[in-house]
T-cell receptor, first 114, second 113 residues
Framework: EAQVTQNPRYLITVTGKKLTVTCSQN?????MSWYRQDPGLGLRQIYY???????DKGDVPEGYKVSRKEKRNFPLILESPSPNQTSLYFC?????????????FGPGTRLTVL | AQSVSQHNHHVILSEAASLELGCNYS??????LFWYVQYPGQHLQLLLK??????LVKGIKGFEAEFIKSKFSFNLRKPSVQWSDTAEYFC???????????FGTGTRLQVFP
């Protein structure tokens, strides 16, 4: 089954404790991205990747890092999480660049930073 | 900068009522337009999209949207909603086939039996 998976689905952590949210897709898509969803603000793009070893900032990249060492995986790293990063995070992938193709979304990761 | 506006933040309807959700964008060039839906507790999924051609596009579950270039709009419609349409709906716009997809703030639709 074609899908995007994310882990963990729920995470409660404390300020400053490094964490990684994994994202994996099995559709051989080249384009992957991370979004955060906040009430009243919709989805905002954090980072995206056009292919292996090619990443770029989205609209809200501060406090986040990403890497793309393999085509299928695109982890999101919070080196020193802060409470304002409490949010619902979605990973997405598409065959073509994000704006020219249908995005396939993961199930979301709800992160709470205390 | 590109932006997407969804003016209806929360819509409440009874079953069988007609639905129209507004979406306006600010960009004068070529655009790709999308509506995504997020059912309670689920991930976003594509409802319909417009790239070119017939400005009236049909999507899944009886939804349709009309691209009106002169009004910079891509409103979503459904003639008769069902309780199962309760969800959050997001309009998204891409300009000139760039890498970025800009989402609106979403419209929460509640349908009561």
């Amino acid at each position: 089954e074609a899908q995007v998976t994310q882990n963990p689905r729920y995470l409660i952590t404390v300020t400053g404790k490094k964490l990684t949210v994994t994202c994996s897709q099995n559709m051989n898509h080249e384009y992957m991205s991370w979004y955060r969803q906040d009430p009243g603000l919709g989805l905002r793009q954090i980072y995206y990747s056009m292919n292996v070893e090619v990443t770029d900032k989205g609209d809200v990249p501060e406090g986040y890092k990403v890497s793309r060492k393999e085509k299928r995986n695109f982890p999101l790293i919070l080196e020193s999480p802060s409470p304002n990063q409490t949010s619902l995070y979605f990973c997405a992938s598409s065959k073509l660049a994000g704006g020219a193709d249908t995005q396939y979304f993961g199930p979301g990761t709800r992160l709470t930073v205390l | 900068a590109q932006s997407v506006s969804q003016h209806n933040h929360h819509v409440i309807l009874s079953e069988a009522a007609s639905l129209e959700l507004g979406c306006n964008y600010s960009y004068g060039g070529t655009v790709n337009l999308f509506w995504y839906v997020q059912y309670p507790g689920q991930h976003l999924q594509l409802l319909l999209k417009y790239f070119s051609g017939d400005p009236l596009v049909k999507g899944i579950k009886g939804f349709e949207a009309e691209f009106i270039k002169s009004k910079f709009s891509f409103n979503l419609r459904k003639p008769s909603v069902q309780w199962s349409d309760t969800a959050e709906y997001f309009c998204a716009v891409n300009a000139d086939n760039t890498d970025k997809l800009i989402f609106g703030t979403g419209t929460r639709l509640q349908v009561f039996p």
